[in-house]
């Protein structure tokens, strides 16, 4: 019977390079999740940067929009960007997220958000651990997790207008699951990603990529949480 080979086999070369990959997206993601912070906890606490960005709509979606703009450039262009482009990107919304995610600090406590903060990191890091380690396939839940995904979208701009209770929190427990699960997908898709890479240059862009995804998973994962731990003021 012959053996099937593995997809993550390979030489010291490509093992290097992966490692390498790893550790950018992981450094990438850190310092984003740091920038997120920094800049959410000042503004939180500047009256003027309050009243500018919470005290004008046009401000206020304006933010929003360049987010989701620099998530589609990335996502689509990162082939033609250089590494520095797209680190530059990537710091840039790091910074415009933290600006929007003041408002947690006004509607939190800060021992509260310290404590769902830990939480999501020791969920994160297990989940994304299992990811990288496990040999089960996780490609088959992307396309389940997707839709979920959609349809949590869709559920929450729905109960914008309808204002239940009940459906926020079915809402924001679905969001947990969806995220822990996604966090588990996307790094093992990282992973296979980071084995078909061939230099330096071109996993250093991906990494920026891989780490904004990452990123992604958990800012949304520590919101979901937040709800369910965080301590209003």
Known sequence: MQNTPSPYAGN????ALVQ?????????????????????YYTAHSPFLLSTIF???????????ANVGIVFVLSRSIQSLSATAASFLFFTYSVLNGL???????????????????????????????GYV????????????????IGLIIA??????LQSSALLWVLTYAGVLIFVGLTAYDTQRLKEMAYSLED??????FAVLGALTLYL?????????????????
């Not at 006004?106 to 297990?126: D, E, H, M, N, R």
């Open 12 to 15: 010291s070369k490509t093992i």
């Open 100 to 130: 929007t995610l003041a408002s947690i600090f006004l509607l939190y406590t800060q021992g509260s958000i310290a404590t769902v903060f830990f939480i999501t990191a020791g969920t994160f890091g297990a989940m994304t651990a299992y």
């Open 55 to 65: 005290g004008n709509k046009l401000a206020f979606y304006g933010l929003l929009l």
């Open 156 to 161: 929450s701009l729905v109960n914008m207008f």
């Open 217 to 233: 998973d958990f800012i949304n994962l520590f919101l979901y949480l937040l709800r369910i731990f965080g301590k209003r003021r």
């Open 134 to 149: 496990t040999k089960a396939d996780l490609s088959k839940w992307g396309s389940i997790l997707f839709m979920a995904l």
């Open 200 to 205: 330096e240059e071109t996993a250093g862009k």
């Open 20 to 40: 390498s990959f790893f550790m950018q997206v992981y450094g990438w993601m850190t310092s984003g999740l740091l920038a997120t912070g920094i800049f959410a």
